[in-house]
């Protein structure tokens, strides 16, 4: 069985552009987490799509926004970049149904913000 | 809320030697907790989870951890450390209620294995 997919692995901006994210769950799975990643501030919690639906979301600006597909495939979108934002940008699935708290991690969209 | 502490951002210990790294938990309801781990340039694997069953847990590569409720404490140790093990590993916490997968990570603990 395929792992979670994304794409892109790195990408560079700059500072006002946007950028957009993909992320390709493990077949089956119906939910998708995202989380960013920074040395400073570690590993936080952005938002969770269950069946197209957002089911859960962190404490992240506006700009930070999410959708998923009928395919359970989700999209991760940044507007308006700033320096902050450059950070490993990590999917997670799960089958989604009952909280097991265990995820299923790709490896990551590494974006640097110039 | 829900939040981990790891004790040590850095722990460094000789091949074959013991490996202990510290979590201590904080919840209001009994949580389940985790232990992932992070290979340079990779995603987040899962070592091991506590649900609420048995409070001994074993996970994946000779890792195991030990639930102890009275010391809020869910710490991950290996008898013997292997090179392949320097990795950075994260403690986690989630509610056991409700649907959502929602994880809290500790700030991480670099492990670092010398011959």
Redesign the interface.
Known sequence: KAG?TQTPRYLIKTRGQQVTLSCSPISGHR?V?WYQQTPGQ??Q?LF?Y?SETQ??K?NFPGRFSGRQFSNSRSEMNVSTLELGDSALY?C?S?P?????????????SRLTVL | AQSVTQLGSHVSVSEGALVLLRCNYSSSVPPYLFWYVQYPNQGLQLLLKYTSAATLVKGINGFEAEFKKSETSFHLTKPSAHMSDAAEYFCAVSPNTGTASKLTFGTGTRLQVTL
């Open positions: 979670v939910s987490s570690g590993l919690f969770e269950f089911r859960n962190g990590l997670a799960s989604g149904a009952v909280n097991t708290g265990e995820l299923f991690f790709g490896e990551g």
